[in-house]
């Protein structure tokens, strides 16, 4: 496989597989890139293709376009096909095929909180202090007595919706009657994880991995709400900025001795070695770093800040995570700040118009401005469209995070459709 061109299946309509594809294409190594089913801007990448004859989520019809058409390397973007097996499906279905993600063993990290969290207790992972709940009246008890401020998650996986920080006990017991007795997010709520609430800065690293190494993008930070000012509902995230000087130096190394590399260690002793991209959502408290979150993905809009800022190239790394030979090879970062202001259809994240016509200047990638696709499409008449709530991403680099954020901005400015919101205050914080 080394020596041989890598002709890629990757699964995903969003802005971090436009990233992927756009990021691959320039490799020397990587011949075709086959995107299931793509969107507005993979369309436009060189070396690929949109294909929307199969359908994402059909294990048995991916396996079947794959060996029609030789493709050797399944890169699946999002969290659902992993959760779902897609990785053990091919491994057992098509053998040569490499896979990039972890197994559905090792994906119940993002899959199953009440999972994830019992782990890093049994591996000493710092985290928010919790108990897992299959029982309604047990969970209410546990919240009507416990004295700090909670949070609570469904189980399972709901659609980034299945978080719920309620403000007073009141909103705590509607919550759970909901999510357990209402089954707000069906089977995903079957089992509750009520946390120990965290205040503090919120920091996303993304991290390669073979199961035994680890190499980590730099430090991003995500903008969950739709508003300025992190107002509003939550969203899939607004926009991303990268390295965030928010974490220093120190907080790094720590993080990766004592939350990262315990990590990936635990899930290779435990049987269920973790292959792909892990990202670890971490809230840096007063008393260190604690993990919020894993999935076992590449970010959204993470992407597409930290992967612009990669020098080296992602196909021989993703590669290495495959061969278990990423301890052979370094990450070269560019020296640079990255930011990404996603924008939105009017509505998001309630109900919002598909099918807007849009306008996209498409900057100059020299000048270090990038245009990534989230949900548009682009019409046999060569009419692009909207196609989803979060529609399309501006993404800068610079030298400093300034010169980045304000070259974002400027990139939003020739994106234009009606009804299109965006937040002012990406990377604010950093810039205070
Ligand atoms: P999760 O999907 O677990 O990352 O949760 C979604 C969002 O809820 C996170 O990005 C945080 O902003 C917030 N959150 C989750 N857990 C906690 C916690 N224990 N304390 C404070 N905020 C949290
Ligand atoms: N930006 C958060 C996520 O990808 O889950």
Not at 16 to 32: N, P
Not at 189 to 204: A, C, K, P, Q, W
Not at 375 to 381: K, Q
């Amino acid at each position: 496989m080394s020596t041989q061109q890598m002709r890629i299946l990757l699964v995903g309509n969003g802005g971090r597989e436009h990233t992927l594809a756009w990021k691959l294409s320039q490799s020397e190594k990587v011949e075709c890139i086959h995107v299931v089913p793509g969107n507005g801007g993979t369309a436009g990448v060189p070396k690929c293709q949109n294909i929307t004859s199969v359908k994402d989520n059909d294990f048995a019809a991916l396996v079947e376009h794959a060996k029609a058409h030789h493709l050797n390397f399944l890169i699946p973007g999002p969290e659902a096909p992993l959760v779902a097996g897609i990785t053990d499906y091919f491994d057992e279905n098509a053998p040569s095929i490499m896979v990039f993600g972890p197994s559905k063993q090792a994906a119940q990290m993002e899959g199953s909180k009440t999972f994830s969290k019992d782990f890093m207790k049994q591996h000493r992972i710092p985290t928010a202090s919790y108990e897992n709940f299959t029982d309604y009246g047990a969970a209410r008890n546990y919240q009507d007595v416990v004295s700090h401020r909670v949070v609570i998650k469904a189980d399972g996986l709901a659609a980034g919706k299945g978080v719920i920080i309620p403000k007073d006990n009141r909103e705590a017991r509607h919550a759970l009657q909901s999510i357990m007795r209402e089954h707000e997010f069906g089977d995903a709520g079957n089992s509750v994880v009520i946390e120990e609430f965290l205040e503090g800065d919120e920091i996303s690293i993304l991290s390669f991995s073979d199961g035994k190494t680890i190499l980590s993008l730099p430090p991003a930070q995500d903008h969950k709400r739709i508003g300025d000012g992190d107002t509003g509902p939550n969203t899939g995230g607004m926009g991303t900025y990268a390295p965030t000087p928010l974490v220093t130096k120190e907080q790094l190394e720590e993080i990766e001795r004592m939350i990262l590399k315990p990590t990936i260690e635990g899930m290779a002793a435990e049987g269920f070695p973790f292959r792909g991209c892990l990202f670890t959502g971490l809230m840096l408290t007063k008393t260190g770093p604690k993990v919020l979150e894993y999935n076992v993905r590449f970010g959204d809009p993470e992407s597409q800040s930290c992967l612009p800022l990669l020098k080296s190239d992602l196909a021989e790394l993703m590669q290495a995570c495959c061969d278990g030979t990423l301890a052979s090879k370094s990450i070269e970062i560019a020296p640079l700040s990255a930011c990404t202001v996603v924008v939105a259809a009017g509505g998001y994240p309630g109900s919002y118009a598909k099918g807007t016509p849009m306008k996209v200047q498409a900057p100059r990638e020299k000048d270090g401005m990038f245009v990534f696709h989230a949900g548009t499409t682009l019409g046999e008449d060569g009419q692009l469209k909207t196609n989803g709530g979060r529609v399309i991403a501006a993404t800068a680099t610079g030298e400093t995070l300034r010169e980045a954020v304000d070259k974002a901005y400027r990139g939003v400015e020739g994106i234009e459709f009606e009804g299109m919101q965006f937040r002012k205050d990406i990377a604010q914080r950093a810039l205070r």
